[in-house]
Nanobody, 110 residues
Framework: VQLVESGGGLVQAGGSLRLSCAAS????????MDWYRQAPGKQRELVAY???????AYADFVKGRFTISRDNAKSTVYLQMNNLKPEDTAMYYC?????WGQGTQVTVSS
């Protein structure tokens, strides 16, 4: 199983980014997929998840700004991040099937 994140970068506050996580080696459509983040000196925290059936849930600190989605045909999960804030700065990881990706850095400047 392999998960590969992409799409991170440097953006100004109020901007947007879309993260992608491409999965291989698993029956992607049958798994819950999660996005987590970890800021320097802080614990890793759950940002959002999407069930195999498409049900979604979000941490309170991203509700209304972030959207998780999946494309089972492409074995890819996405995280659309709008109205980014400096406190969203972190390494973002996807997780599924007890496997973690390597992460993609998101930096939001004020």
């Amino acid at each position: 199983v392999q998960l590969v994140e992409s799409g991170g970068g440097l953006v100004q506050a109020g901007g947007s980014l879309r993260l992608s996580c491409a999965a291989s080696g698993l029956a992607f459509s049958t798994y819950v997929m999660d996005w987590y983040r970890q800021a320097p000196g802080k614990q890793r925290e759950l940002v959002a998840y999407i069930s195999a059936g498409g049900t979604t849930a979000y941490a309170d600190f991203v509700k209304g700004r972030f959207t998780i989605s999946r494309d089972n045909a492409k074995s890819t999960v996405y995280l659309q991040m709008n109205n980014l804030k400096p406190e969203d700065t972190a390494m973002y990881y996807c997780q599924g099937a007890n496997t973690w990706g390597q992460g993609t850095q998101v930096t939001v400047s004020s």
